[in-house]
């Protein structure tokens, strides 16, 4: 239950190409994955990335479930519709309790989990707990399932689409540690391992300062620039000097989404 | 939610009748197995092997005040604060399910302050469970420092490891009165087979005082004796067994059953559009109007229930 | 593990009478279990007590064992040489980790430890690690296996024969322990529950006084005398005026322990 | 011993290969991943399932100055100990097996100070794996206290709870460098199933940097998939599988075959009589003298081979 509710990207690129927004997550995200990785998935579009990195450059990258799965694969068009039914069984590996697939992050055996939310800050926080004070909250949101436990253990990749009312100063509540107050304030709090390796949406690929561990645009994504980036978030992003564009999504990464998402239930 | 002394969790177990016996009970009858102001865990996750028919029991002899618990709470969290059996639930994500959206109900009771829902990360939840199955007050963990949630639970500490000198989260041990869980088949002393996705259910039956079984069949003891490395729940851990056939509809019973998804959805629909008054219609529906379980499971509707049934099975199809 | 190595009683009983001293320790052991109740087992004179215990008084008594095992029932004639290999597992309920059927203890599920011991003292405590100076040992033991969680955590009754060198005023070394010091010193070291039930032997049956912890006749075993219990023991035991004799064994139950061992391996 | 910090568990763990890769080599082969000086846990307990494919090949190759780990140690203790691989094994119990008496090679070495048997009981050596297995220093467990074990071991910490001011031992995690475990079958890549009892096999497995399995027969991965809820050791654990059919011999593995109990009564009868002599004799033909493992099945004779798999198999005979 790492993917946020508020998150579902259906809409339409902004940049009009032959591929949905939500399809570029995908393969935005795919790209970061590598070989030989172990991957906390989500559903939808986080699914998605990892099957296709598997289908790519990435045939030993193993894929974990939050309900207590290891090394399921999909069977194209029958994408599970969350991470503890028994469609995430499907040719599995293996079946663990979901305390003891929890407890790989601890132990030290996930190298990347996907995250959502409602909010993030610079600093990579995010926020899928209350919008307002959390002592009496506009909304209250689902909760962090075990985004916490991923984001404080693992390295994290967030897919999500930029909006300025996502892409925030400070997060409503830390619901899930990112570089908390910046430099080594997340190791200081406990937490010496993981924080977040990359943030993707529609309209950037973002990283981090490795020193004072805000925000950067790493790459844009193909027709956006880099003031588009910096109005659609409500802090001042890092920009380095002649950003690169990402290179759009080859038609044979669109292909396999087809095949894995015929339908385009998460990729319309 | 503070935790159970050892000396009080002792007593309670030497307090119980432990001896293989027999147990097959209505589940009226297991209903009262349940005090109003209980710490009640539910079994499985969000919408996998929910002990409806328990909290569909619950609910009809109207309890009170009860303390929910669960790895994921889907909607039988809705039913238990609007039913009123409950303003309180510890869980680490609470709505329906991810497909429907932010549960409107959990909104409108928390948010309002007519209800708590105490938001621990899911690990935490796990090992509280499992230190409560343990014997032991708390289990040391590495997630949820630095984080603000660690700020709104009731019970956590910090402490630097005597042997490392490293930071480590020490959460309390939940021991709850009762844990309802729901199997797949059981014998009648309680000895019960879970097949599929276990969730946290095996660390919850041994961390609870009483175990109210919930099982699609009763089988022989010598079935079970047959794969007695199949068995995860030990007889006499076990206060009560109902046979209580489709007893998760409209949530899954893996291998068994799928969701019942049209009725999930007329449910998110109901509680979306019509709100609290919504799910009481639904309630006066499905939870007090039935004469028993087997009027539910008609008024959900057959054919539904046919189509659950087969996709539930496919999982053994290849 | 929990039967010591040393604890063969395969002698004769001293009475002479209808049946072997091992017979009547698992006669007197069997006695003292309860219907109901849950009893970690060790291999032969304690198994053969738990079984007779269900086979008379105690028909839903559960054994456990200490390899895994929950509620297997002995076959006549298949008595499992070990706690921990497959014979155990004959006709069993469920089978754990190892440290999962110790927890139990722990969990306070269970009634009754059966423990043996090289040494035992006038406060219960056991020996089964060291004869002589632990630092320079007369002869190196197995160990504790799970004796000392059984005795730390659980009621225990100890089975042993009745002998000088075994009943000594003080063990070499505690490797399970007993009341310790006597008085409230169990409780004060941080194990506020269990303790020695009763010591069974070819002698006697004894127990401990409630307040100094310390041994005292509970029964004389038929055809022994106070005088004889004193004699093989090296310190002085409490024995009330007016003790007791147990009840011999009866004919249904040395024919229940033949029909469970038919070749005396056990109770020769 | 001591725990190994947090830092170099995750650090450890990061180095190893993790993907999905096959991973089959020989006994010879897999000696080579322990290193001199290794912590090695050995699963299994007692004479069941022990990985004695593995400790022969280790033997054969004069590994040196290993600290070795298990729930109980039998007659594989002595072979490490006159063999010259360990001088120091963490275990809880030390001996052949109740049924042959105290163990002669086991006094030989710890009561003249040429090894160590540092002893702890069943079940701290139980959790010391388990924290090891979740990534924690310590586990908190309510044993061991006020016996003179705890003052022999080489690091155990009493805490007050936080939580409720009860007495605590904590126990340090072990993570061995390597564990070696034997199963019925797993796949190329080291997904293994395991029947029967399952003794500590699954902590270890998890708390070790480096698991090797020895495996009665290498089965398809699909066959693993077809029962995923049995698999109990997951790939990525597993650095290296090995087939080596009656790889406990003359141990047990559950559901194959019993022990040996002839070649056992003729080991106990060696050590008992003619002393550490005799079992460097029993280790020349049995351990050095065999050119293959096939050969040491046939020194150890096919008339007990088929006795002791008649035997082992009649576990499903019922």
Known sequence: MTTDLANRSTDNSPTQRDYTASQLLAVSASRVLEEGQIVFAGIGITLLAATLAQRTHAPGLTILFEGGVIGPFIVPGELPPSTNEQRCTRRANMLVPITDVLLLLQRGYVDIGFMGGAQIDRYGNLNSSFIGDPENPKTRLPGTGGGNDIASLSEIIVAMKHQKRRFVEKVDFVTSPGFLSGGSSRADSGLPFGGVKKVVTDLAILGFDEKTRQMRVDALQPGVTAEEVQDNTAFDLIVPEGVKVAPPPTEKELAILSDLDPERLYTA | ?318
Chains 1, 3 share one sequence.
């Open chain 2, 1 to 318: 939610m503070t935790v159970v002394p050892y000396a009080q969790l002792r007593e309670r177990t030497r307090q119980r009748d432990c001896s293989l016996h027999e147990k097959v009970i209505s589940l009226e009858e297991a209903a009262n197995i349940v005090n109003d102001g209980d710490h009640v865990a539910v079994g499985g996750c969000t919408v996998s092997r929910t002990p409806i028919a328990m909290i569909w029991a619950l609910v009809r002899a109207r309890k009170q005040g009860l303390t929910l618990s669960r790895s994921i709470t889907s909607n039988e969290g809705d039913i238990a604060y609007v039913s009123g059996i409950s303003d309180h639930i510890m869980t680490s994500w609470f709505s329906q399910g991810i497909v429907w959206g932010i549960s409107k109900m959990m909104r409108a009771y928390t948010e309002t302050g007519r209800a708590r829902f105490e938001e621990w990360s899911h690990m935490a939840m796990g090992l509280r469970y499992r230190a409560g199955a343990m014997g032991v007050p708390f289990m040391p963990m590495r997630a949820m420092m630095g984080s603000d949630i660690v700020g709104l639970v009731d019970n956590a500490q910090e402490m630097e490891c005597p042997f490392t000198g490293e930071r480590l989260l020490l959460v309390p041990a939940l021991n709850p009165d009762v844990a309802l869980i729901h199997v797949q088949r059981c014998d009648r002393y309680g000895n019960a087979q879970i097949d599929g996705l276990q969730f946290m259910d095996l660390d919850i039956a041994m961390a609870a005082n009483k175990v109210i079984l919930t099982t699609e069949r009763i089988v022989s003891n010598e079935q079970i004796r047959r794969a007695p490395d199949h068995t995860k729940i030990p007889f006499f851990a076990v206060e009560a067994v109902v046979e209580a056939p489709y007893g998760c509809a409209p949530h899954e019973c893996y291998g068994t059953y799928e969701p019942f998804f049209e009725h999930m959805d007329m449910y998110a629909q109901i509680s979306a559009t019509k709100g609290e008054e919504g799910v009481k219609e639904y309630l006066d529906e499905f939870y007090y109007g039935p004469k028993n379980w087997t009027e539910y499971l008609e008024r959900v509707g057959l054919q539904e229930m046919l189509d659950a049934t087969r996709r539930g099975r496919s999982v053994y199809d290849d």
